[in-house]
């Protein structure tokens, strides 16, 4: 016959590393850039919800800003008062952001005690 025969050369263990090397490489990448920013965020989301509390002043994902009125530790859902006696019950995971104290976001303002005026008569 005059084709002849052609054996495949086998790959050595240095093959598979240099193969495998940028594989390893994007993974690291990825990890270092992604992945762990986004536990530590979540962890830190996780830890503020868990310890909110009557009387503090936080954002809703939806936007909204509002004191929470009534938070039970062992309860999923919080009451948000987003407007002078409107109270909203939402998941603790809605909120997204604790306000300081001193922020300059409007919140809803305390309705005052007044007694309605009384006009005075003509007569």
Known sequence: MFISTAFAQSAGPSMIVSQLLPFVLIFGVFYLLLIRPQQKRAKQHKEMVSKLSRGDRVIISSGI??????????????EVEIATGVY???LRANVTTLLDKDSSIPLPIKASAKKPSQKSKKS
């Open 65 to 78: 800003t509002g004191i929470v009125s009534k938070a039970v530790q062992e309860k999923e859902t919080i």
């Open 88 to 90: 909203v019950n939402l």
